[in-house]
Structures are given as C-alpha cells and as structure tokens.
C-alpha cells in the first residue's frame, strides 16, 4: 500500500484516522516513558530490600551510598519518615508515619496512566466514527447504476480500515496498561515491604543503632 493510498484512506475516514495516529503517539510517548520510569523504580525497590534484608548485616557504608544512588526513588521517603521519627514512639505510632510515607508516593507511581486508559477507551470508538463517516460517502455513489456496487464495496473496505486501526491501537494500550499497573503493584508492594522491614528493624532489632547512623550520614 502506497503512501498516497494511505493519505486517500485517511480523507475518506473523515480525518478520523489522522486522529487515530495521534492517539497511537501519545500511547506509545506513555507506555515508554512509563516503562522507563517503573523499571528504574523496581530495581532501586529490589536493591534497598536486599540492603534490609534480616539475613545480611546492615553496614553503615552500603546504607550511605545505597540511599545516595536511589535518592529520588519513592522507596527513600519511608527511610526518611523512619529517621524523623522520635525514639520514644511506639511501634503503631511509627507504623502510622511510614503509612503516610507511602501513600504520598502512590499517585508518582500511576502519573499519566489514565491517558493510557482514556487512549484505550477512545481510539475503538474513533474507528468506528470513521467507519460511518467513510460508509456515507460509499453510499453516495449509489446514484451510478454501471460502477455504484462495486464503488460501495470498495468504499465500506477502505471504511473499516478505520475500525480495524482503533482496535489494533486499543490491544497495544491494553496490553501495556496491564502490565503498567502489574508494576505499580509490585513497586507499592515493595514499599510495603520495606515498611515491615523498617520497623523490624527500629524495634526488633540490635541493629537499629547501626542503621539510625547510617540514615543520619546520607
């Protein structure tokens, strides 16, 4: 199909379909973006869980720079919020803060995600707009008796390109958004986790001191 043929589709589709290719843009412009950033975000949650992990002593050094290398990673902010915390609050009180300190987070972690989701709602019914657009002008060649049937079913196959470009897009951001959101899970799940491990740590633990030193040299 040649680039001229392509550029005849779209006019006949009522222009829906150059709308369509936008909306693949700005899906493709967030699922990349997004991906990026969530990966990033797992693999720092992987490696401070590592860090905390009961099983491996807690050295000041490895916190320090662990910590320098995932400043900006939302992970950081329940170390933080551990650090603030007043050495004579109980367990429950701490747990409370480092609650706060995750809910905070959340919203970085599914940011523009609901343009994916508002991607995959549109573009199929942007399709089927396009098709109806484009099977009005297939019929309006009825008027010819010699060329009027085969000129109509070549104008409805042309038209449900439409349709078939609005469901292609809206699997692609599906597919992605399920998976998008599979990792937000698993990074709140991690935040979670490091939460437990925090606190274990501040009232379970003869390491606390080791770790309170750690988090005051960063």
Known sequence: ???????????????????????????????IERTRFLSTMQQGGDDLIN???A???LHAEAMQNALRKHCKHPHVSLFQASLIEPVESERDTCAGHLEEAVMREVPTLDR????????????????????????????????????????VTGGIAEALIATASGLMIAMIGL?????????VRVIVHQMET?????????????????????????
């Not at 392509?6 to 936008?22: D, K, P, R, V």
């Not at 490091?194 to 960063?218: D, E, Q, S, T, Y």
Request: aromatic fraction near 10%; include cysteine.
């Open 55 to 57: 099983n491996t002593p």
């Open 194 to 218: 490091i939460k437990v491990m925090l606190l274990n740590r501040r009232f379970g633990a003869p390491a606390v001191a080791g770790m309170r030193a750690a988090l005051k040299a960063v």
């Open 51 to 53: 860090l905390l992990d």
């Open 175 to 183: 597919v992605f958004f399920n998976w998008l959101n599979t990792k």
């Open 1 to 31: 199909m040649t680039l001229s043929k392509l550029f005849e589709l779209a006019n006949h589709s009522g222009g829906t379909l150059y709308l369509m290719c936008l909306l693949l843009l700005v899906a493709l412009t967030v699922i």
């Open 112 to 151: 523009s995600l609901w343009v994916l989701d508002t991607v995959i709602t549109l573009a199929p019914l942007l399709g089927l707009f396009g098709t109806i657009v484009g099977m009005f002008s297939a019929f309006a060649v009825l008027g010819d008796v010699q060329g009027g049937a085969s000129q």
